[in-house]
């Protein structure tokens, strides 16, 4: 059974940092595009960030590059997704999830983890 559990949210002062992690289990995901998104309150689901199989390539939101950065680390099946400077509006569920294909940019999203909330306090 394929399981993306992610972990590493919480509470965190605007300004502050957090390092969500992603582990995969069930399949390897070596050649598999990763991915995060995030749902706020009352909002629909929104890509964050996504990295190819090799983690050579990634492809973000525009309004989050500078602060968020993706990177996988294969050997441990797992996808990571730091985030600095954050403010109140990055309050969320941040999800992890699996494409079909190897390459990025893709809508081919298959597998999805559970989500981990982030909050953020001004």
């Not at 990763?34 to 990634?58: C, D, H, L, Y």
């Not at 500078?66 to 099946?77: M, P, Q, Y």
């Not at 969320?92 to 081919?108: E, G, K, M, Q």
Request: one cysteine or more.
């Amino acid at each position: 059974q394929v399981q993306l559990v992610e972990s590493g949210g919480g509470l965190v002062q605007a300004g502050g940092s957090l390092r969500l992690s992603c582990a995969a289990s069930g399949h390897t995901f070596s050649r598999n595009t990763m991915g995060w998104f995030r749902q706020a309150p009352g909002k629909g689901r929104e890509f964050v960030a996504a990295i190819n199989w090799s983690g050579g390539t990634t492809y973000s939101t525009d309004s989050l590059k500078g602060r968020f950065t993706i990177s996988r680390d294969n050997a441990k099946n797992t996808v990571y997704l730091q985030m600095n400077s954050l403010k109140p509006e990055d309050t969320a569920i941040y999800y992890c999830a699996a494409a079909l294909n190897p390459d990025v940019p893709t809508r081919r999203w298959a597998y999805w983890g559970q989500g981990t909330q982030v909050t953020v306090s001004s």
